[in-house]
């Protein structure tokens, strides 16, 4: 199986702030990565698909890239609407494999 | 516009089993999988396992094999998980899901 391996577990940034969430790939996934946003109480909220990938209605704040097995979700400017927690998901092979999830918090 | 919807919450007691259901609307029903994730209290995202309701053809993961097990009814367009034998490891959110779809999750609670 492959294992996704996010960092980090939980986060507290100021508003404003550039925010980076990481998932490394323990084998190759090519762009197979979706990044999801999940608030309290609520089903998980596709972000990004094929690793850099915007979905529609997702603000521009939000972006994805890769750097060889690392797979990164940024938000250039935090917001207060923005707290919640991200999982990343390979979609390459199954068993499809989650991330450990990170929680993002406000400082 | 498609929508999942999922069945209310459960309470099983430890060794029985419990049948969680996935309405599906706006779109052809055959013509997708239906993917089934958990999410147990305070923890990450679990893949279960797929559905083809088509075919009825299923893929699980391997810790779910003798746990879990995927249905449909394309007579209804609802999918179906039962999850079996619970114990207290089984208490958890449950969401289907298809493309960017999601159920609103059921919770399931293992007590006697």
């Known amino acids: 199986d492959i294992q996704m391996t996010q960092s980090p577990s939980s986060l507290s940034a100021s508003l404003g702030d550039r925010v980076t969430i990481t998932c490394r790939a323990s084998q190759d996934i090519g762009n197979y990565l979706t990044w999801f946003q999940q608030k309290p109480g609520k089903s998980p909220r596709r972000m990004i698909y094929?690793?850099?990938n915007l979905e529609d209605g997702v603000p521009s704040r939000f972006s994805g890239s890769r750097s060889g097995s690392d797979y990164s979700l940024t938000i250039s400017s935090l917001e207060s609407e923005d707290v919640a927690d991200y999982h990343c998901l390979q979609s390459i092979q199954y068993p499809l494999t989650f991330g450990s999830g990170t929680k993002l918090e406000i400082k | 516009e498609v929508q999942l919807q999922q069945s209310g919450p459960e309470v099983g007691r430890p060794g029985s089993s419990v049948k969680i259901s996935c309405k599906a609307s706006g779109y052809t029903f055959t013509d997708y999988v239906m993917n089934w994730v958990k999410q147990s209290p305070g923890q990450g995202l679990e893949w279960i396992g797929w559905?083809?309701?088509?075919?009825?053809?299923?893929d699980y993961a391997e810790k779910f094999k003798k746990k879990a097990t995927l249905t449909a009814d394309t007579s209804s367009n609802t999918a179906y998980i039962q999850l079996s034998s619970l114990t207290s490891e089984d208490t958890a959110t449950y969401f289907c899901a298809m493309g960017t779809s999601w159920g609103q999750g059921v919770m399931v609670t293992v007590s006697s």
């Open positions: 559905i083809d309701p088509e075919y009825g053809s299923t």
């Open positions: 094929g690793a850099t």
